[in-house]
């Protein structure tokens, strides 16, 4: 059974730094794809970082330069490292991980950026 944990969401000030972390059970990140996605009140869950099996990444336009995903194999643990923070990135960040084309999901981290 695959179980992602999510940690690290907060409130933050405006222009200030977050980093999300994801530990999983049931799956291998370096074999699978794994992301994190947010979704704001009121808007529809979007795609923030992904990192695939092979370690290439995807950015959405509007994180790119500031977020940065990444892989700790030895820990089976997926990060978003997030710099430049605006009140437009509040959110619940979820960890997303694909294993035989079922997509998995985490509970969810709250960050709220304030300006």
């Known amino acids: 059974q695959v179980q992602l944990v999510e940690s690290g969401g907060g409130l933050v000030q405006a222009g200030g730094s977050l980093r999300l972390s994801c530990a999983a059970s049931?799956?291998?990140?370096?074999?699978?794809?794994a992301g994190w996605y947010r979704q704001a009140p009121g808007k529809q869950r979007e795609m923030v970082a992904r990192?695939?099996?092979?370690?290439?990444?995807y950015y959405a336009d509007s994180v790119k330069g500031r977020f940065t995903i990444s892989r700790d194999n030895a820990k089976n643990t997926v990060y978003l490292q997030m710099n430049s923070l605006k009140p437009e990135d509040t959110a619940v960040y979820y960890c997303?991980?694909?294993?035989?084309?079922?997509?998995?999901w985490g509970q969810g981290t709250q960050v709220t950026v304030s300006s």
């Open positions: 049931g799956i291998i990140f370096s074999i699978n794809a």
């Open positions: 997303n991980a694909l294993k035989d084309w079922i997509n998995y």
């Open positions: 990192v695939f099996g092979g370690g290439t990444t």
